[in-house]
Each structure stands twice: as C-alpha cells, then as structure tokens.
C-alpha cells in the first residue's frame, strides 16, 4: 500500500459513476490493498441510489439463507432496486447508480450493468484464458529453449550416472544447477528477451512485479527437474540432492538485486561466473581425483548445517534488498 | 491546464546528448513531434511512456509526477504507448495480444473482452481478430500496435512513428482516428511525415538537437513556409519545417528563431 489515499472528490465522483474508466479502474486497484478507503467508498455508494439496491440485495441473501441461489437473489433485488432507480437515474460503470434528478436516460439498461459488476465481483475469468495470461506473463524461459535445456542438463546427469558410470554426476549437477535458474531469469526479462518488453515497461504490470513473476516461473521450472535429477545419480560423496536449493534461490536472488544497479546480463555474470568460479577454481588447481576433489568442493560450499545456514541468510538478505530497492525496477531499460 | 508538464528534461544514451533540458507541455488535442533523425523525439515519448529513465529534470503526466515510485501504477494504467518497433509472442491472435496487454494494463477481467473487440474495430481489424498475429501483414501488425495502445480508453496516447507501414489509405483512415483520440485525450505523435501533421495535428512540436525548435499550430507553420525565403519543400508545412530548423540552428533558442522568422515574414 502506498501513501496515497482516494480524495472525497474522487469517492464521489466514483460512488455516482462520473468517473472515467481509467481513473475508476486506479480507485479499484488501490481499494484492493485500503480498507479505510474502500470503507469510505462503501459509504458514499450507500448514500445513492445504489444503496438501496445493495440493501435489497443484502435482505434477499440473508433472506434465502447463505445456502441458496446468490446469483437468483442478486438479480431479483437488482431488478427491483432498477425499477425503483428508474427514470431519471444515471449508472456508471459496474453498480455506482446515482438518482441525479434531470440525469439523462442510461443507455445500458440498469439491470445488465448491474449484473455486469455482479459477475465481476462474484465470477473468476475463464481459468484457461487466466491460466494462459499468467503463462505469457512467465516470459520467454517457461515457453522458450530454456525448459528444452533444463531438461537436458538433468537428463544429461542421469545418464552420465547411468550408463557412462560417471561417478561425478552428483557433485557436478548440483556445482552447476545455481546457476540454471540465475540463467533463466536473465533470459526472461528485458528488451534482449522479450519481443514485448517495450509496451510491457509502459504498463502497470512492468517492474519488479513481472521480473518476479517470472523467477517464480524460472524457479518452478528448475528446481523439481534438477532435484529429481539429483536423487536419480548415486551421491558420490557429495551432498543431498536437494543441497542446491538454498543456494540456488540466494544467488537468484542476489542476481535480481544485482540486476536493480548493473542490469540483468551483467549481474547474471557476476553471480554466475562467481559461483561457478569459486566452486570449480580450487577442483582444477588442486591434486588428486577430478571427481573426488569436485565432490569435496561442492560438500564445503552446500553441505553441512552451517553452510546451509549461511545461504538461508544470504537469501534473506538479498530478498530484503530487493523490496527496499523495489523503484529501481520501475525503468530497467538502461540497465 | 496541462495534462503532461516536462520540465528541465535531459536523455543522455551514453556520451550523447539526447535531450537537453527541454521544457514542453501538452494539454488534449493531437500533438505533432517532428524533428530530424536524432534529433530526441523517439527518446522524449520514451520518457513520457515512462520507459526510458531521464538523467535529469521532471514530468508530470495527469497532474503525478513520474518519478514518485508509489503513482507510477496510476499514471501506467492512463496511458497507451506504441512504439516505433514492437514484437509479439508467435502464437499469439490479435485477440489474445490485445487481451494480454488489456491485462499488463490491470483492466477488470470482465471489461476486458468487449474493451478488446472495440479496440480491434477501431482499427478496422474486426474481421481478423482470431487470427494470428504473424500471419498479417506489416500495415496490419501496426494497426494491432495501436489497438493495443487504444484499449484501455487512455487519456494520454503516445505513438512512435504509427503510420510507418501503412499504406496511404489506411494513413488517411489512421488520422481521422487520431483526430477522433484527440477529441478527449492528450495524442502526441512522433512523425517524419508532415502530412500527419498536417491532416490531423491541433499543435506541432519541432524538436532539433534535443531541444525544442518551434511550437504553433499547423497553420503557423505552414504560413512561415509561404513566407521563407530560399528554402525547398514539396508543401509549405514542409518549408516552414525547413525554415523552422535553419532559424533554430542558426539563433539557438525556439523564441529567438520565431522572432527571427517573423522578422523576415514582415
């Protein structure tokens, strides 16, 4: 919630459906996250001829019982309050009537309108056409090469093991899975990934929302194929199969926070490069078993309580970072 | 009263200056930008879509200032934005890309369907709404760009060169709708053509090496053509273009260069 509030003017001016659309669209996002405003509206839309409808409403449900038919109920009160608002009365969008005397006639009759803010309030969208919305909005990595290429580094870990009898097929995947989600989302947002990032930065829905709409996608999609790869491939002294997570989701997040000063390729760099820097570094330098020396290294960086711990603080860290620095994600196009 | 207010802006890409400390404003109506290549007006509707950071200055836009983090969302929702290039998604419909910006834009589910149809007619694509977007062609890709744009009913429109791509009658169908926008939104259009601006501009804005080189109506500046001496052009909005731009970049400043041409007029 912000520090901004709806004016009186602009609750009347709702409340009586003189508001354009665009403008009672923004009261209505706000009133989502403001209870004192929308208790305040809630008043003001009492005081019309709205009021009288919602009354009927309110008697006609609790009247039938909360059991019985809500929608039969709503347009039977919404019918009467129509013809009690009738002529004269004026309807905005959705419910917001108003009985201003000399108004002219609606040109939608009552009755549908109200219906429509009905069905609105009280009827999700079609799942399929939601369900399709939120897929676009997960970015090009779910629908993309990206999921093809997860897939393929956790198959190639389960054969490797399988059938090559590669014994460092645990320590490498879980050396490499971090930074498969860190990829993901540098592929999922910006002008480089999206053919849409242009008019999507001009909405709403653009800045951190989107990115981390579309980590969650990212992270939906790697962290059960990786893990599932990792309990598929015998251990080899390494750690669990699932040691990765932690540390997966603190680098993720440290790229997003990174991302809101260098930008997302550049930070994708840093945090990936590092990490598979300061893992394989010391494997190839030291002596012994490539194997051996890769499973030791992953077991100090992820096993352990203490490790583990360490990267749980990481990712709160990080997490805190970003929703401090949430407005540098308003406008990522320099970066 | 104004309804966008740009104060002291100033673009940089890089080591290049985009704009330098332009002050304009705009109020309903249709507004041209016109200005050479480079010359800042992709980079000024840019800022104004709230895409493009400034490195300095201000711009309100609906009386909220764009860089207060916590009214973004509210300016967002009241704006359409075309851009000069646009991609889409290979699956998409016409439907389904216009629907999906609807809900980028935080319509209400429930208006968004008839808000979607309404837009795509009026752009003239209502017959192929279920088509796929890939499948149209340039002209008709580009009227998808600008019912995307026209979908939530905005009240400040932002177009980037639109009518790059269509043909003549469509450009000639596209500025009766700009003029009908303008009737009850604030349109600023990005332009090479003066014919757009001609045909369908309440005010022209003249921008040159970031900075703005002359402000009036088409009229104006059509009537500094028919009086320039020693400048070519097709049409006189196309001279006094001309005109307009020796005199800025020969005094400097917009007031100084209008002076000068009327001084010369006379």
Same mark, same amino acid.
């Given at each position: 919630m912000t520090g901004w509030h709806a004016s009186d003017d602009l609750v009347t001016r709702y409340a009586s459906g003189s508001l354009p659309e665009p403008d009672a669209w923004s009261v209505e996002k706000h009133l989502e996250s403001c209870g004192g405003c929308a208790a305040r509206v809630s008043l003001a839309v009492r005081q019309t001829a709205a009021g009288v409808v919602l009354a009927d409403v309110r008697e006609a449900v609790l009247g039938a019982g909360l059991g019985t038919a809500l929608g039969t109920a709503l347009g039977t009160a919404l019918e009467a309050g129509a013809t009690r608002t009738a002529p004269g009365a004026r309807t905005g969008r959705g419910a917001r009537a108003s009985a201003a005397p000399g108004a002219p006639a609606p040109s939608t009759p009552v009755t549908s309108r109200a219906r429509l803010w009905a069905s609105r309030r009280l009827a999700p969208p079609p799942a399929g056409s939601r369900a399709a919305r939120v897929l676009w909005a997960a970015g090009p990595a779910v629908r993309g090469a990206w999921p093809v290429a997860v897939l393929g580094v956790a198959l190639a870990a389960v054969l490797l093991a399988r059938f090559a009898d590669f014994a460092g097929a645990r320590p490498l995947l879980l050396a490499v899975a971090p930074v498969v989600p860190i990829a993901g989302v540098a592929l999922s947002y910006g002008a480089h990934a999206d053919p849409l990032h242009e008019i999507a930065a001009a909405t709403p829905s653009a800045g951190l929302r989107l990115v981390l709409t579309r980590t969650a996608a990212v992270l939906a999609v790697s962290l059960p194929l990786l893990t599932l790869a990792g309990f598929l491939v015998p251990s080899s002294g390494a750690p669990g199969a699932a040691a990765w997570l932690l540390p997966g989701l603190a680098l993720t997040l440290a790229s997003l926070a990174l991302a809101g000063y260098v930008g997302f390729r550049a930070a994708t760099a840093v945090t990936g490069g590092g990490w598979l820097c300061a893992v394989l570094s010391p494997v190839l330098t030291a002596d012994g078993r490539l194997t051996a020396r890769l499973a030791e290294q992953v077991s100090a960086c992820l096993g352990g309580a203490t490790a583990q711990g360490g990267w749980a603080a990481a990712a709160v860290l990080c997490a805190a970072l970003l929703a401090a620095r949430r407005s540098a994600y308003d406008r990522l196009e320099r970066r | 009263?104004?309804?966008?207010?740009?104060?002291?802006?100033? =673009?940089?890409?890089?080591?290049?200056?985009?704009?330098?400390?332009?002050?304009?404003?705009?109020?309903?109506?249709?507004?041209?930008?016109?200005?050479?290549?480079?010359?800042?007006?992709?980079?000024?509707?840019?800022?104004?879509?709230?895409?493009?950071?400034?490195?300095?200055?201000?711009?309100?836009?609906?009386?909220?200032?764009?860089?207060?983090?916590?009214?973004?969302?509210?300016?967002?929702?009241?704006?359409?934005?075309?851009?000069?290039?646009?991609?889409?998604?290979?699956?998409?419909?016409?439907?389904?890309?216009?629907?999906?910006?609807?809900?980028?834009?935080?319509?209400?589910?429930?208006?968004?369907?008839?808000?979607?149809?309404?837009?795509?007619?009026?752009?003239?694509?209502?017959?192929?709404?279920?088509?796929?977007?890939?499948?149209?062609?340039?002209?008709?890709?580009?009227?998808?760009?600008?019912?995307?744009?026209?979908?939530?009913?905005?009240? =400040?429109?932002?177009?980037?060169?639109?009518?790059?791509?269509?043909?003549?009658?469509?450009?000639?169908?596209?500025?009766?709708?700009?003029?009908?926008?303008?009737?009850?939104?604030?349109?600023? %259009?990005?332009?090479?053509?003066?014919?757009? =601006?001609?045909?369908?501009?309440?005010?022209?804005?003249?921008?040159?090496?970031?900075?703005?080189?002359?402000?009036?109506?088409?009229?104006?500046?059509?009537?500094?053509?028919?009086?320039?001496?020693? %400048?070519?052009?097709?049409?006189?909005?196309?001279?006094?273009?001309?005109?307009?731009?020796?005199?800025?970049?020969?005094?400097?400043?917009?007031a100084q260069a209008v002076r000068t041409l009327e001084g010369t007029a006379r």
């Open positions: - | 009263m104004p309804t966008i207010r740009v104060t002291g802006l100033h =673009v940089r890409h890089r080591k290049t200056v985009a704009l330098d400390s332009l002050d304009v404003d705009f109020g309903p109506g249709v507004h041209g930008l016109l200005g050479p290549n480079g010359a800042g007006k992709t980079s000024l509707i840019r800022v104004l879509a709230t895409v493009a950071e400034p490195a300095g200055g201000r711009v309100e836009i609906l009386g909220e200032d764009t860089g207060d983090h916590r009214r973004l969302g509210d300016v967002r929702r009241r704006l359409g934005y075309l851009p000069q290039d646009f991609g889409y998604y290979p699956g998409f419909t016409v439907r389904e890309f216009v629907a999906y910006v609807a809900w980028l834009k935080e319509m209400p589910a429930a208006a968004t369907p008839s808000a979607v149809e309404r837009a795509v007619a009026r752009v003239g694509l209502a017959d192929r709404i279920d088509a796929k977007v890939r499948t149209l062609s340039g002209g008709m890709v580009r009227r998808v760009g600008i019912a995307q744009a026209i979908v939530n009913a905005p009240q =400040v429109l932002l177009f980037d060169e639109p009518t790059a791509g269509l043909d003549p009658e469509q450009r000639v169908e596209f500025r009766e709708l700009l003029r009908e926008l303008g009737t009850s939104a604030t349109v600023i %259009v990005s332009t090479h053509l003066v014919e757009d =601006v001609a045909a369908a501009c309440t005010e022209v804005t003249l921008v040159d090496e970031g900075r703005v080189a002359y402000r009036g109506t088409p009229q104006s500046l059509a009537a500094l053509g028919e009086t320039a001496v020693g %400048v070519s052009g097709d049409n006189p909005i196309e001279r006094g273009y001309t005109a307009a731009l020796r005199a800025h970049r020969a005094h400097g400043s917009a």
